[in-house]
């Protein structure tokens, strides 16, 4: 089958995930979940199958910034859909699944560029990208869960019950996921960084500077996020703030300078 109908199909999947959810996302009795999770099992396989096609194309694997794109958001979307399987998490699975669709046609669409990687010959540096991702697909479930709880939060306040149904968790509930999910992806970003500071020769690199210093400050709003969480009892609006801007670190280190070189450099 070829690459372009298996990414015709998972998007397809995707937005039949997309819209189960967002047709009954208030219904007292909530979406239907067999659809939903139907459809987005097959949108993620299918999504994997096109993922697998396009990463090791020919020697090597190509790495660019479509397909590392493509990579993360896999790993967010399964992560999600495994967690909503034990813990409701309404609001947040149209905005996955969704954004997963919105992949798939950039795939179908933009041209793909070619940046070919041997990452088998370098097991300190697979398993420095490899944490990396996990880091970043943890952290940003985090951020989403962190606009879900404000969501509940201001919900409550208005005494609005009518929006917060059986089918979205409690709000103490929803703030433990998502600070366990802060601490876990920090120490997993900690180790990544720990990992290519200490295993990799060109650490320091003019054209790996960039990455590294906005990894290293994501690292330390997070950290210190946790730290303050944990002792000062920091939640509401300031972790929330907080949250958003580590990620917005990390989204400049993992995706900007692919963006200039990959993208605006090319077009001029």
């Known amino acids: ?5 298996l990414t015709t199909l998972a998007l397809f999947a995707y937005l039949v995930a997309t819209g189960s959810v967002l047709l009954r996302i208030f219904h007292p009795q909530g979406p239907h979940f067999k659809t939903t999770f139907t459809a987005a099992v097959a949108g993620t396989v299918l999504h994997m199958l096109v993922l697998v096609s396009m990463l090791f194309a020919g020697p090597g694997q190509n790495f660019s910034l479509l397909n590392v794109s493509s990579l993360v958001c896999w790993l967010i979307t399964v992560a999600v859909t495994l967690t909503a399987l034990r813990t409701p998490t ?18 179908l669409l933009l041209p793909h560029s070619v940046t070919v990687q041997h990452f088998e010959h370098h097991p300190s ?61 920090t120490l997993i970003l900690g180790l990544a960084l720990l990992i290519g500071a200490v295993f990799l020769d060109n650490w320091l690199a003019k054209e790996n500077l960039h990455k590294n210093v906005f990894s ?23 972790a929330n703030l907080l949250t958003i801007s580590g990620a917005f670190l990390l989204t400049l280190a993992y995706f900007g300078s692919r963006f200039v070189r990959e993208v605006l450099l090319n077009t001029l």
Do not use: N
């Open 1 to 5: 089958m070829s690459t372009g109908l």
């Open 90 to 107: 309404i609001l947040l699975l149209p905005v996955v699944y969704g954004f997963a669709a919105l992949m798939q046609l950039a795939v």
């Open 216 to 238: 290293l400050l994501g690292f330390v709003v997070f950290a210190v996020l946790c730290w303050g969480h944990a002792r000062l009892g920091w939640r509401g609006r300031v």
């Open 125 to 185: 540096l697979m398993l420095h990208i490899l944490l990396a991702f996990i880091a970043y697909a943890v952290l940003i479930m985090a951020m989403l869960y962190s606009f879900q709880v404000s969501y509940i939060s201001t919900k409550l306040k208005q005494k609005d019950f009518s929006a917060v149904t059986r089918h979205m968790p409690p709000l103490v509930q929803a703030e433990t996921l998502q600070f366990r999910l802060l601490l876990a992806g």
